[in-house]
């Protein structure tokens, strides 16, 4: 993932200073790992924060952002979000979402748990469905997809048996994230967050929590940690965005999942999608600028 980007001036360096914050080789792992590792959760979430914002760092330096974008991420995207937003620094950032994969991947060992990817289908009428069986909608995302998380063998039966209507789909994950499951992780990371010192955010941003805007850099770290027991309103965030009048979205590397679901969601609305997955679409949003 970061092999692209290593040839920007001061990328090494950046992606160092991270790692020593982290306590991780992200410069290897972003490199040289193979699949099997960095889908570990303890790696991949940090590694997907660093080079998030890594991306962010050289966006401003070719295409700047202006200082009133609204900024929002994806579940460990808040990370993220916040520090592009001033409300942690990039290194507290990473260092905080190395302890988030970390203590989640402890959650996951506890018990056999899993997700899956809902599909089509009256949303309402999904997760109402999805709380019969057990389960946690995890993840609203919009654009007709609902994550379903919880014991492993339910999220078995329904892929197997499907509410009628729908597409049901087992995911790769380590376990049931954003739910009562991960309350060892949430436990863990306010730990760590309550030696953080947050400032208030200098552009506008969106909560998975409701989609609203939040102004307190100590409300929104807080945020941040209670939602790895709770789910991810991302339909809502979608809505947060239109309604702040955005029509030009640009996703940071690791990109291309949300750029999806806002092409399907708001379609009509959002009439520039970017996804930044290398250097490639810097020297594109440039050449914008200058025309």
């Not at 739910?179 to 010192?197: D, G």
């Not at 506008?204 to 409300?219: C, F, I, M, Q, R």
Request: net charge negative; proline share 5%.
């Amino acid at each position: 993932m970061f092999t692209p980007w290593l040839d920007l001036d001061g990328a090494r360096e950046r992606v160092a200073q991270w790692s020593e914050r982290a306590g991780l080789d992200l410069l290897r792992l972003g490199t040289e790992a193979d699949a099997d590792e960095i889908q570990d959760t303890a790696i991949a979430q940090p590694l997907i924060v660093a080079l998030s914002l890594l991306t962010f760092e050289h966006l401003q330096a070719t295409a700047p952002v202006p200082a009133d974008a609204p900024v929002a991420g994806h579940s460990v995207g808040e990370l993220a979000a916040a520090a592009i937003a001033g409300v942690l620094q990039p290194a507290d950032a990473v260092a905080l979402a190395a302890v988030r994969g970390a203590e989640m991947a402890k959650a996951c060992a506890l018990e056999p748990t899993s997700m899956a990817a809902v599909m089509l289908g009256d949303p309402e009428q999904v997760v109402a469905w999805l709380e019969e069986q057990g389960l946690t909608a995890a993840n609203r995302n919009g654009a007709g997809q609902i994550v379903a998380s919880g014991a492993a063998d339910t999220i078995a039966k329904i892929v197997a048996e499907p509410l009628e209507g729908t597409k049901i789909r087992a995911l790769k994950v380590a376990g049931a994230f954003h739910t009562r499951y991960m309350a060892p992780a949430e436990e863990a990371m306010r730990a760590h967050a309550a030696e953080l010192t947050p400032a208030d955010p200098v552009r506008p941003l969106l909560s998975n929590a409701d989609g609203a805007v939040v102004t307190s850099g100590a409300e929104y770290l807080d945020r941040l940690v209670s939602q790895v027991t709770r789910p991810v309103r991302w339909d809502l965030t979608m809505a947060g965005l239109t309604a702040l009048g955005v029509t030009h979205t640009i996703e940071l590397a690791p990109a291309g999942t949300l750029t999806g679901l806002v092409k399907r969601q708001l379609k009509g609305v959002v009439t520039t999608i970017t996804a930044l997955k290398t250097p490639a679409e810097l020297a594109a949003l440039r050449q914008e600028d200058a025309s």
